[in-house]
């Protein structure tokens, strides 16, 4: 029988909506099936895979789009109460901490093989408390992106980068702690400790080291990294015009730099008008920045069939699956011999090759009590409004501090 692209379609658009459908082997007496819960916004992405799968290993999978900014809420509910998914697809890293706190999550074992098929830092996403709770579907990092006619060759130093050079998107309410992160790691100050369990609620940059970085946001300030508030058109156009030239962003700014906006309507082509680079380092250590990754957990569910959800979270962790998101979204995927075929692309290898050191953002309840205290402080620091960095650095690590101790 023919399928028709609109049939898909309104497949497609159903799941997005919230609905359940179910997908592949019909469903009949002693098959087995398993309920996943994916982000609405991306059934499209992971229906293929999910559908490949399903059919392969005659199970009935039923997907149910939802909005993933309630989701977790959601779990905490019905996942004790034997309502919930046995799988979660789609999920952000960071959440590892805070379902896996709430008994929502149930510890997977990663085979040596699957663990050799990964990028490191991706499958360490997921890494909570010494135990690997999901795995890694694809990734994204920010890097250093340049004008080529600017600045033919990559510096490799914060040093060799003049005032009004380097652009980084930041409120000067706000800050940016993100963007700003591998400027601050290359001090020696990373957000915590972690150990090879994984991260720590012990903040790591309470130190001479995070007091280096307040000094040196404070001395470069906005003559340095341009003016805060900088609006969006205003930095792609920069960019491509080489009035600045260079800019810490992530591959969402790509389309943009490539065609455009009505200030600057030129096209510009990667490797020939701009190219994307490693972070140098501005303090003198690696310059690491933060890593997201989007993957998939097994539930605690009491109805939970791990086997057959162990298998499909694996399947999509892998090579197929991982080329699929490729070809779907332009993700970058975190199995390795995907990566290697979506690295035909230029940005998707650029970006990759320059996230290779990058830390995966902390995944740890503790960060929520951080982002909003650290960024006001960047702001204080490069606005010319700190009289003393170290003093004002001092009091933002006390007041997360005690913000984590409750």
């Known amino acids: 029988m023919k399928i028709r692209k609109s049939s898909i379609a309104a497949a497609v658009a159903t799941l997005a909506a919230g609905s359940m459908l179910a997908v592949s082997t019909p469903a009949i007496a002693n098959t087995p099936t398993l309920l996943v819960w994916v982000d609405s916004a991306r059934a499209a992405t992971f229906k293929p895979s999910v559908d490949a799968w399903a059919k392969a290993n005659g199970v009935t999978v039923t997907l149910t789009g939802k909005d993933f900014g309630q989701v977790r809420d959601q779990a905490k509910t019905a996942v004790p109460a034997g309502t919930g998914p046995d799988l979660l697809i789609g999920a952000a890293h960071d959440w590892t901490g805070s379902l896996a706190s709430a008994g929502v999550l149930r510890p997977i074992t990663v085979s040596a093989a699957t663990a050799a098929s990964l990028a490191p830092n991706a499958t360490q996403a997921f890494l909570f408390g010494g135990k690997q709770y999901g795995l890694p579907f694809y990734t994204e990092n920010i890097a250093l992106v340049r004008n080529l006619k600017a600045a033919p060759k990559a510096p490799t130093t914060g040093a060799q980068i003049k005032n009004g050079e380097l652009q980084i998107g930041y409120s000067a309410t706000g800050g940016d702690p993100y963007h700003f992160y591998p400027v601050q790691s290359s001090f020696g100050a990373p957000v915590f400790e972690s150990t090879s369990k994984g991260w720590t609620s012990t903040l790591g940059m309470d130190n001479a080291a995070g007091n280096r970085f ?140 320059a996230g290779r050191r990058a830390v995966p953002m902390p995944n740890i309840v503790a960060m929520d009590s951080v982002w909003d205290k650290w960024g006001k402080t960047e702001a204080k620091l490069l606005t010319g409004k700190s009289t003393n960095p170290a003093a004002d650095w001092k009091a933002m690590t006390d007041a997360i501090k005690a913000s984590i101790k409750g």
């Open 214 to 353: 307040a000094q040196y946001l404070a001395t470069k300030g906005e003559k340095f990294f341009a003016k805060a508030g900088k609006g969006w058109d205003d930095m792609v156009c920069d960019i491509k015009s080489g009035k600045v030239k260079y800019w810490i962003t992530g591959p969402w700014a790509i389309s943009a730099i490539e065609n455009g906006n009505s200030k600057c309507t030129t096209k510009s082509v990667i490797n020939k008008n701009f190219a994307i680079s490693a972070i140098p380092s501005f303090g003198g250590k690696p310059a690491q920045q933060f890593m997201g990754a989007k993957g998939g957990f097994i539930t605690n569910s009491p109805s939970t069939d791990v086997v057959n959800a162990t298998q499909l979270l694996t399947y999509l962790a892998g090579k197929d699956a991982g080329i699929s998101y490729f070809n779907i979204d332009s993700f970058t995927p975190a199995n390795r011999a995907a990566l290697v075929v979506a690295s035909n692309d230029p940005v998707i290898a650029a970006f990759a090759t």
